[in-house]
């Protein structure tokens, strides 16, 4: 299959990611079908898509044509037999769990034609952890968005040991198609390229702010303060969304023994979560959103 028969794209799971991974694949010609269990989070998707248009025609990107025909080019549905039909390309952006990535696959696979190729959303799962589950591990790999996909256009490119090299080279030139920069990994790495680099920051602030060691401004001020950056990690964070960040956590802490501080930062990032702050999709995480005080111009300038 060559790119531009990349046509009709299901993306799976309407949360965070998959609405803005739906919307860049439609402004950018894709037919996208959003698929996900929850018809709450459907309707909540459809608001979400709304407010991408709206945002994008007015800061300029995208005319308001051009945004009410992406809208158009998407549908969504709770049914998966409607879902997959005439699929060329799956985008799953279901919870991080390796079991229910399989099971999501599995299910696919027997609906599906044997043309559509699978990608997985996953921040730091590995394919190979749902490869066989998902009964065509030679169209399988990882394309990883980073959010917002349309302005953070760089996607990880992960395929494994079993992905067939042209659906590897079809996925990097589909990339490139929405607009996005694909990096390509040789080989299989938790956590791709960029959140290799950034895990460690994410995980020693949390560790900073689990220990009482400091205030969550006061470790985001001195992140933006120095490193001259518009948003710190707890910020972020707020962005990804708690839960996503609670479940990567979880994950890992359970799997990372020697390492109790993991244990505690994925505790204290459940008092949050428990309390239904999952950061700017709740209105409320570290900070409180629209508006977060970290975007007020006094957080890192003194006015002295
Ligand atoms: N949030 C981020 O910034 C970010 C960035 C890159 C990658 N990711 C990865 O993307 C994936 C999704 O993250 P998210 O933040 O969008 O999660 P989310 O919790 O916002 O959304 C997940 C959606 O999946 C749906 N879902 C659950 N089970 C399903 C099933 N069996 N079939 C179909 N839909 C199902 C849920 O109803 C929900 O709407 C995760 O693997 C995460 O690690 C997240």
């Keep these: 299959m060559k790119q531009d028969e990349i046509r009709r794209v299901l993306i799976i799971g309407a949360g965070t990611m998959g609405q803005q991974i739906a919307w860049q694949c439609a402004a950018h010609g894709c037919d996208v079908v959003l698929y996900d269990v929850a018809a709450p989070a459907l309707e909540n998707a459809l608001r979400q898509l709304n407010d991408y248009a709206a945002e994008l025609s007015a800061q ?3 005319t308001t044509d051009q945004c009410e025909a992406a809208r158009r080019r998407i549908t969504t549905t709770t049914d998966p037999r409607t879902a997959a039909q005439e699929i060329d390309l799956i985008s799953e952006s279901v919870p991080e769990d390796p079991k229910l990535k399989g099971k999501v696959f599995a299910q696919f696979n027997a609906l599906c034609p044997p043309r559509t190729i699978f990608t997985t959303n996953t ?3 590995v394919p190979p952890q749902f490869a066989r589950a998902s009964g065509r591990p030679d169209r399988l790999l990882a394309l990883h968005f980073h959010p917002p996909v349309w302005a953070h256009n760089i996607v990880d490119v992960m395929p494994h040991k079993g992905t067939d090299p042209e659906v590897t080279a079809c996925v990097l030139d589909f990339a490139r198609r929405i607009g996005q920069m694909p990096i390509h990994l040789k080989r299989e790495n938790h956590s791709y390229v960029f959140n290799t680099m950034f895990s460690p920051v994410n995980r020693e602030a949390l560790t900073l702010a689990a220990n009482g060691v400091a205030s969550i401004e006061e470790i985001d001020r001195a992140w933006m303060g120095i490193m001259e950056m518009s948003i710190g990690p707890f910020g972020l964070m707020d962005l ?3 839960d996503t960040v609670w479940h990567i956590s979880h994950y890992w802490a359970r799997r990372v023994f020697f390492m109790r501080q993991l244990k505690k930062n994925a505790d204290f990032l459940k008092s949050y979560v428990d309390r239904g702050w ?10 409180s959103y629209p508006n977060p005080v970290f975007q007020r111009p006094d957080f890192i300038r003194s006015n002295q």
Excluded: Q
């Excluded at 999952?278 to 900070?287: N, T």
């Design 278 to 287: 999952l950061g700017v999709k709740s209105g409320h995480g570290f900070y």
């Design 123 to 125: 921040s730091t799962l």
């Design 240 to 242: 990804v969304g708690l």
């Design 60 to 62: 300029g990107f995208l």
